[in-house]
């Protein structure tokens, strides 16, 4: 791997570890505002907002300004939003903040990743990168788990603290903080692109032609844009519901839960590992499949009673998914960055994945007002998944779809197998 990518993923750990813990403290924040519990995932819809809303601008924003600049700028971003959340600020506004800076720095994030790392390396690029953000993923909700337990409570009351979850959020504050400074040890790439459209009605047009030609591209982007829509649309529903679900169904309090879904985030860290070693670029889509195995488990998990049951089934379920969407990740990105460039294709990326959450985590919220079962939902939630996935399965044997060969990144012509 090139210089200094061990540390550019050690600095977005970081970053994303402190979001995925957030989101525990904000549930609990809402809790102590005594909020319904169908008001959690409106914290994960504002958050996710402005990767929809602002989809059009920031690919152009990581393509016109330095990377790792951009990164670290928007690392204090997230530490404003926090630290006016812990002065008083309505937590979905604060999360809206944090959520316009991560909207930002995923394109910088990824871009970067396309520009250092050769073709032929993306696959394992993108297992270290899946890995580092699902380990985040696993630490942040334990670490989230912990500023919300018992434990933390009676410590930070024995020290005199008169609201000890303003406290957890000036802990994370420190955590976005040492990201910060890990992000200036990256080097920039030197990539330069052309100067981009600067009037409204321009960065749309060029948006919508991104958008447009990223869903046209036969050779794996419309097929890999698809499976990673569909796969963080249903993963960042199902962690929502895992919270729920433990609490309701196996009777763990909220901190408790917040294991039980790094339990998930585990499997996930197998599944990409594994996916990086020993999957090629060019086989990436013969990993399909698994998107009909991730939909069954997800469809009978929930019906699980037991935690000795549901300890595996949650692992199960995050192996299948990891080991899916790290070569569907790979291929988007590359060919991605063969249509387009860094920055746009990964705003392309982010836009519909981000779009898919939203509706989906709005019709989770919808259907759990309305006062349907939980299990119900979870299970409903894999039952589309298995159905999405075997459709697309199905059209791309129908029109014989072919898989890219990788070739140099300045290439705009992939041969294909």
Known sequence: MPPRFHTLIAAQFLSALADNALLIVGIALLREMGQPAWWAPLLKLCFTLAYVGLAPVVGLIADAWPKVALMSWMNGLKALGVGAMALGLDPLLAFGIVGTAAACYAPAKYGLITEIVPPTRLVAANGWIEVSVVCSVLLGTLVGGLLVSPWWMAAMGAWGVPRPLIASLCALLGVYALAALLQLRVPESGIVYPRPPRRAM??????????????????????????????????????????????????????????????????????????????????SLRVMPLGLML????????????????????V??????????????????????????????????????????????????????????????????????????????????????????????????????
């Open 202 to 283: 321009d960065i749309v047009r060029d948006f919508r032609i991104s958008n447009r030609a990223l869903w046209r591209d036969r050779l794996g982007g419309r097929l890999s844009l698809s499976m990673t829509t569909l796969f963080w649309g249903a993963g960042a529903t199902l962690q929502l519901a895992v919270l729920q679900w433990a609490q309701d169904v196996l009777g763990l309090r909220l901190n408790q839960g917040a294991y039980l879904q790094a339990t998930v985030a585990i499997g996930v860290v197998v599944g990409a590992g594994l996916a990086g070693r020993w999957i090629a670029l060019h086989h």
């Open 316 to 417: 199960l379920v995050g192996a299948v998914g990891g080991a899916m969407v790290v070569p569907m990740n790979a291929l988007l990105q590359h060919r991605g960055v063969q249509i387009l460039s860094a920055g746009r294709s990964i705003a392309v990326q982010g836009f519909n994945e981000n779009l898919s959450i939203l509706l989906m985590l709005g019709c989770y919220t919808a259907l759990q007002a309305m006062g349907v079962p939980l299990v119900w939902l979870m299970s409903g939630l894999g039952a589309f998944v298995f159905a999405c996935v075997l459709i697309l399965m199905i059209h791309r044997h129908a029109h014989h779809q072919p898989v890219p060969i990788p070739t140099s990144p300045t290439s705009r012509d992939s041969a294909v197998v």
């Open 295 to 314: 939909g069954g488990l997800m469809l009978g998990t929930p019906w699980v009673a037991s935690l000795g049951w549901a300890l595996p089934a949650m």
